[in-house]
């Protein structure tokens, strides 16, 4: 079983920043591709973004890009969401995933999940 903390989530202004944290145990951390993924009410999980296992490599959503940074700490077992120039449009439960390697882009390519935590963007 793999568990995944987020935090990180709140209310804030469009325009400003969050930076969401997903923590993990060691042993997952470094077996295991992780994401990020978004719920709006009422819809499915949408991709948002994730990094290649071993290497820098990163993939975003559309309505993402250029906007948000995934990273991640190794030191720390923990994956980073940094959200800047936020909008009323990202208002959403962000999730926290992990699978088997390679990384994927659609939900049903990761196996674990986290409890979520809510972003609210006020215009």
């Known amino acids: 079983q793999v568990q995944l903390v987020e935090s990180g989530g709140g209310s804030v202004q469009a325009g400003e920043s969050l930076k969401l944290s997903c923590t993990t145990d060691?042993?997952?951390?470094?077996?295991?591709?992780m994401a990020w993924f978004r719920q709006f009410p009422g819809k499915e999980r949408e991709f948002v973004a994730t990094?290649?296992?071993?290497?820098?490599?990163?993939w975003y959503g559309d309505s993402v890009k250029g906007r948000f940074t995934i990273s991640r700490d190794r030191t720390k077992n923990t994956l980073y969401l940094q959200m800047d120039r936020l909008k009323p449009d990202d208002t959403a439960v962000y999730f926290c995933?992990?699978?088997?390697?390679?990384?994927?882009?659609?939900?049903?390519?990761?196996?674990?999940w986290g409890q979520g935590t809510r972003v609210t963007v006020y215009s």
């Open positions: 995933a992990a699978g088997h390697p390679p990384p994927g882009l659609v939900e049903h390519e990761y196996q674990w």
């Open positions: 990094m290649a296992w071993k290497g820098p490599d990163t």
């Open positions: 060691e042993r997952a951390f470094s077996n295991y591709a």
